[in-house]
C-alpha cells in the first residue's frame, strides 16, 4: 500500500493517487524548467550517517520516484551519485508505461556533473544505462578520464575549469535544452545545487521535512562560497503523517 499523503494547502484534499500528486508537481507547460528535490531534518541536516536517503520515510520516497515520471533529464552531482550508490537511472514499469503513453522516452537521460570526470565507466550508470547518460565537466578535466568516459556518455565541456571554476549551470541548461532536454529533475547534492542557485538557474525547490533532529556535523541542502538570496514563493503544501512535503516555485 502507498504511504498516505494528504493536501493541506492550497486546496486541502485526503489520501492523493499518484495522478494527483503528478498533477501538484507538474512542471510548466511551455518553457524550460529546473526543479530540485531534497530531504533535510528539522534542524537543517541534508544527511544522516553521511546519506540523505536515511532521512527520508516512505512517503518521501513515493514522491521522489513521481517526480522523476514526467522529466526529461534527471540531474545529478558526481559525489551524490557516489555517495547514494546510484545505478542506472530506470524508472519502474508503471512510469515508464505512464511516460510513453505521454509520449516521452521510456527512461529520463541522466545527466551527471563532474569536474574531475571521478566517474567509472564500467559502472552500472553506463553499463546498464537504458539511454546514453550526459556528463557535464570543464576543459581542463583530466584528458584521459574524459576519453574513457566519452565511450559510454555524451561528455559535454561547460565552464573553462581555470583556476577553481567549476560547471558553469547556465551552460548546463542551455545545453540540455538544445537536446529538448527543457524539463530538468535535479536530486543534488548540496554543491551543485549551490552553484545553481548563485547562478539563479533554479526555478524550484521540492524539500521533505523530516520529523526528527539530526545534530552533528551534517551539511545543508546547498553550500557556496558565498551567500546568493532567492526570493521563493510556496506552492503547495503536502503532510504525510508528521512529515511535511513542500513546493516552493522562484518568486
Given at each position: 500500500m502507498s504511504a498516505r499523503i494528504d493536501r493541506i494547502w492550497p486546496e486541502?484534499?485526503?489520501?492523493?493517487?499518484?495522478?494527483?500528486?503528478?498533477?501538484?508537481?507538474?512542471?510548466?507547460?511551455?518553457?524550460?524548467?529546473?526543479?530540485?528535490n531534497f530531504v533535510a531534518s528539522l534542524d537543517g541536516a541534508a544527511t544522516r550517517r553521511g546519506r540523505s536517503g536515511e532521512l527520508g520515510d516512505d512517503a518521501d520516497r513515493r514522491v521522489f520516484d513521481l517526480l522523476r515520471r514526467p522529466a526529461h533529464a534527471v540531474l545529478v552531482g558526481a559525489g551524490t551519485a557516489r555517495i547514494e550508490e546510484y545505478g542506472a537511472m530506470r524508472v519502474d514499469e508503471a512510469s515508464a508505461a505512464w511516460r510513453t503513453r505521454n509520449g516521452l522516452s521510456p527512461h529520463p537521460v541522466f545527466a551527471l556533473v563532474s569536474r574531475r570526470l571521478d566517474l567509472d565507466p564500467a559502472s552500472t550508470i553506463f553499463a546498464e544505462?537504458?539511454?546514453?547518460?550526459?556528463?557535464?565537466?570543464v576543459a581542463d578535466a583530466p584528458e584521459s578520464r574524459r576519453a574513457a568516459l566519452d565511450a559510454v556518455a555524451d561528455v559535454v565541456i561547460a565552464g573553462n575549469?581555470?583556476?577553481?571554476?567549476?560547471?558553469?549551470?547556465?551552460?548546463?541548461?542551455?545545453?540540455?535544452?538544445?537536446?529538448?532536454?527543457?524539463?530538468i529533475h535535479g536530486?543534488?547534492?548540496?554543491h551543485?545545487?549551490?552553484?545553481?542557485?548563485?547562478?539563479?538557474?533554479?526555478?524550484?525547490?521540492?524539500?521533505?521535512?523530516?520529523?526528527?533532529?539530526?545534530?552533528?556535523?551534517?551539511?545543508?541542502?546547498?553550500?557556496?562560497?558565498d551567500p546568493a538570496p532567492t526570493e521563493m514563493r510556496l506552492a503547495?503544501?503536502?503532510?504525510a503523517d508528521d512529515e511535511l512535503l513542500l513546493r516552493y516555485v522562484r518568486g
Open positions: 486541502p484534499a485526503e489520501d492523493l493517487d499518484d495522478g494527483d500528486l503528478l498533477e501538484a508537481y507538474a512542471f510548466p507547460p511551455g518553457r524550460p524548467w529546473l526543479r530540485m544505462a537504458p539511454v546514453r547518460p550526459i556528463v557535464y565537466t575549469g581555470k583556476g577553481s571554476a567549476e560547471v558553469d549551470p547556465t551552460l548546463v541548461r542551455e545545453d540540455l535544452a538544445r537536446r529538448g532536454l527543457t524539463r536530486e543534488g547534492g548540496p551543485l545545487f549551490g552553484s545553481f542557485i548563485a547562478a539563479r538557474a533554479v526555478d524550484e525547490l521540492c524539500l521533505t521535512l523530516a520529523p526528527s533532529l539530526e545534530s552533528g556535523g551534517a551539511r545543508r541542502i546547498a553550500t557556496a562560497p503547495s503544501l503536502l503532510r
